[in-house]
Nanobody, 116 residues
Framework: QVQLVESGGGLVQAGGSLRLSCAAS????????MGWYRQAPGKQRELLAS???????NYADSVKGRFTISRDNARNTVYLQMNSLKPEDTAVYYC??????????WGQGTQVTVSS
């Protein structure tokens, strides 16, 4: 069993930056692909970024060039560095683990609010 706990959300002005962290319990973290999703009010949950166990990354067009996903297997942690934030980035952000398109594990979510 893997538990995921996100942190680092908050309120930031447009153009600012935040770094989200997702700490995982369990010894299988290093073999899991990890991802970050977000869900805005009234919208479907959206896959933003993913990283394989070997470190290969993929990004949604909406965040490419602004967001960076990374992982530290020694710390069982995955990060999402978010730069040049826009009001439309406001959402609840979720960490995921396992299959990228159909994750086996989810965090509880952390709110990110970008003010204009």
């Amino acid at each position: 069993q893997v538990q995921l706990v996100e942190s680092g959300g908050g309120l930031v002005q447009a153009g600012g930056s935040l770094r989200l962290s997702c700490a995982a319990s369990g010894s299988i973290f290093s073999i899991l692909a990890m991802g970050w999703y977000r869900q805005a009010p009234g919208k479907q949950r959206e896959l933003l970024a993913s990283i394989t166990r070997s470190g290969s990354t993929n990004y949604a067009d909406s965040v490419k060039g602004r967001f960076t996903i990374s992982r530290d297997n020694a710390r069982n942690t995955v990060y999402l560095q978010m730069n040049s934030l826009k009001p439309e980035d406001t959402a609840v952000y979720y960490c995921s683990g396992g299959l990228i398109d159909s994750p086996n594990y989810w965090g509880q979510g952390t709110q990110v609010t970008v003010s204009s």
